[in-house]
């Protein structure tokens, strides 16, 4: 699935792929998708460094999209930068990983 991002409303754009970024971890609600709390996303880092998030949901998640008065399904892209896919690693399927935090975050992390 390929992405294009308009950045600041000027024409540079940056691609985001994701079968050619590396897949950090990824979330599923465990609720039925019918379910207004339903959500899943993959965070991703792309081949020049960019953390990016790809993900969809019901009405009452971050990926809610509005259709006239009420909230309903809603997918997207968004960009992350280190300390928010940290923290959204951290609340993800994957977060108790040891290996994902230190591969991916590692320079983030004081020994102490």
Known sequence: M???YKINNE???IRLNTETAERVCGYISGLGMSDFSYQRWDLYLS???QFFLVGE???NTEWAASHG???GWGEGCRLLGTMAAFQKCLQSDDGDQPEVIEKFFGHLIQNG
């Open 2 to 4: 390929t992405f294009h």
């Open 11 to 13: 024409h540079k754009r």
């Open 47 to 49: 081949r020049k460094g």
């Open 57 to 59: 949901g019901h009405g």
């Open 69 to 71: 008065n009420s909230r």
